[in-house]
């Protein structure tokens, strides 16, 4: 490929308008009055143009051919951030465990890639592992790299709770939603919202475990639930629920608006629980497959420690945009 493809390949005409319009927009006197969305912007200038720069000092061979793998990155939001979600199947501990792993797995591999992680709520097992959880992921990419995991993930393996050692499949569901930009699209009623608040079990000081800070939102039309805990005070975890809920919200439009045009073209996978996306086998034999795009690992321990690379880019090469 040629630097010309690779022009077109990566948008970097496009990538250079919009540092260009960032670069105007940061000129503006109340550019930095809402300080959270200020970061994240100027974050975004540092990224096109350190994208930019690396294709403009792109000469070999060899540093072009690891630009093409930026190019697979060019779905509509797969720059952004993004919020992930384990959530346990029906199985009680069994499942709970399963969760827990999934969990540590994609902190390790946000950790391998150098991506920023907060963890923003978690539902502790009764026995063991999660219930549920969310984590907040910041980086280059982020969306791009997790958005093929969203689906329901099952293992199959001896259980550690089971005096009979008999083998035992436990299921559980991962969602992944894009950091939007832009929301005020979005409106909610607030007759719409159950709003509970209790006490958080997370890090965060003493004031933050002594006190009902913790806030759960239930938008009662789509019965999404948004649990948030790691701010210190009510108000926070509060202002960042409903903005995972606009967000969660979104996507369900973006994913409606996909559907129909998909079903135009026919095809179509959404992310419930009856979607099965990779098994995770460790006995009686060892296997990590992805039931999308074949690809498979005879190592389930690395995979489980955060090794992702082979699934996610096997997954980009074959799905829409």
Not at 37 to 58: C, W
Not at 128 to 147: D, E, H
Not at 174 to 185: A, Q, T
Request: proline share 2%.
């Amino acid at each position: 490929m040629n630097k010309d493809e690779l022009a077109k390949l990566l948008k970097i005409n496009e990538k250079r308008e919009e540092a260009k319009r960032i670069e105007a927009q940061m000129t503006e006197a109340n550019f930095w009055a809402d300080r959270e969305r200020a970061t994240q912007i100027s974050q975004r200038l540092a990224e096109l143009n350190d994208l930019v720069k690396k294709f403009e000092q792109a000469e070999t061979a060899e540093q072009i051919k690891e630009l093409e793998k930026e190019a697979v990155f060019s779905g509509e939001h797969d720059d952004k951030g993004a919020v992930l979600s384990v959530h346990a199947g029906a199985g009680g501990t069994e499942a709970q465990d399963w969760a827990g792993m999934l969990l540590r797995m994609y902190l390790r591999f946000c950790e391998r890639k150098g991506f920023k992680t907060e963890l923003i709520d978690k539902t502790d097992g009764e026995e063991a592992g999660v219930k549920s959880a969310a984590i907040k992921v910041g980086g280059t990419n982020v969306y791009g790299n997790l958005r093929g995991e969203a689906g329901v993930h099952r293992l199959v393996r001896i259980s550690p709770f089971d005096s009979d050692k008999a083998r035992h499949t436990s299921f559980a569901l991962v969602e992944v939603i894009p950091e939007f930009d832009e929301l005020g699209d979005i409106e909610i009623n607030d007759k719409d919202l159950k709003i509970d608040v209790y006490r958080s079990s997370g890090k965060g000081g003493q004031s933050v475990n002594t006190t009902d800070s913790a806030v759960r939102i239930t938008h009662l039309p789509s019965k999404i639930v948004v649990a948030v805990q790691n701010e210190r005070s009510q108000l926070q975890n509060r202002e960042t629920a409903m903005k995972i809920l606009k967000m969660k919200l979104k996507k369900i439009q973006l994913d409606t608006q996909k559907k129909k045009e998909s079903d135009i073209r026919g095809g179509h996978v959404s992310a419930e629980w009856g979607n099965q996306i990779r098994s995770y086998v460790l006995m009686p034999y060892q296997q990590v497959k992805d039931l999308r795009t074949g690809f498979e690992s005879s190592n389930p321990n690395a995979v489980l420690d955060g090794e992702l690379d082979g699934f996610i880019d096997a997954f980009l090469r074959k799905s829409p945009k």
